[in-house]
């Protein structure tokens, strides 16, 4: 079974060489229609493509100024344009949605598309239709996608799961969310500075017969996980390295530091 890597260095000023010589990720990053994490403006450095995922489109216009309170509002804005807006557009306020157009933001109106969030809508585009863009070794970054109503929450926390076979991360102010798919071992590299010490480890969709961990306080050794029976939340990470390994698809989550 392979084994794939994960880090949380997006949340670095600067990401470094990966120490594994593993291939450098190509960083997309979704904002949705939820209060913007602290560190969006970080995100938006490391990310070669921006989408709103609709209202997100409100969010980054109201929001992004008050992270630079010492700089002009309609300067932060300019400077934060994102490339592409699409939804359904029942949330994006109009004079919103007319700034970015004059600014040459690409509009995708899919309101005829009712079966599929907004989410959903911006992660197809990026796999299959976004040009320019490096898709061998892909990352979407998904900004406001926990916190708010709880629909939401599992509607984002589905779309991880149809679109397993990419990685993509969805990020609070407080923490971050990805999958662990179970056709992979799994080694998590713990950005101490940034990230922890509280985590979790989630079966979703299907109960976990056996997984195995190290690196936590309260390690997996062939453990079963389900929903009414045990699960791994409050867990603790007590180095700067996770390795998981399950039969069932896994979400793991860390706590982000507030600097």
């Not at 007590?238 to 998981?244: A, E, I, L, M, N």
Request: charged share 20%; net charge negative.
């Amino acid at each position: 079974m392979d084994l794939m890597h994960h880090s949380s260095s997006f949340l670095l000023p600067t990401i470094p060489p990966d120490p594994h010589h593993c291939p450098s990720l190509t960083y997309a990053l979704v904002l949705l229609n939820q209060s913007l994490p602290r560190f969006t403006p970080l995100l938006w450095k490391h990310g070669q493509l921006r989408l709103c995922a609709d209202g997100g489109a409100n969010r980054l216009y109201d929001e992004m100024p008050l992270l630079f309170p010492l700089e002009d509002a309609s300067d932060v804005r300019c400077r934060y344009k994102p490339d592409v807006i699409k939804g359904d557009m029942d949330s994006i306020r109009t004079e919103v949605l007319d700034f970015y157009m004059s600014l040459g933001t690409k509009i995708i109106d899919k309101s005829h598309d009712q079966d599929t969030t907004d989410l959903h809508k911006c992660v197809t585009y990026i796999r299959d239709v976004a040009p320019n863009l490096d898709k061998s070794n892909l990352c979407i970054l998904v900004a406001g996608a926990l916190g708010g109503r709880f629909d939401h929450e599992m509607g984002n926390l589905n779309v991880i799961c149809r679109f397993s076979s990419l990685r993509i991360v969805l990020l609070s102010d407080d923490s971050l969310i990805h999958l662990l798919p179970r056709t992979h071992r799994h080694e998590i590299h713990i950005q101490t500075s940034v990230e922890g010490p509280h985590c979790g480890l989630i079966p979703l969709g299907m109960p976990s017969r056996s997984s195995t961990t190290t690196g936590l306080q309260w390690d997996l050794n062939n453990t079963e996980m389900r929903f009414g029976g045990l699960i791994s939340t409050s867990n603790i990470v007590t180095g700067d390295k996770v390795t998981v390994q399950s039969d069932s698809d896994l979400l793991w989550t860390i706590s982000i530091k507030k600097l």
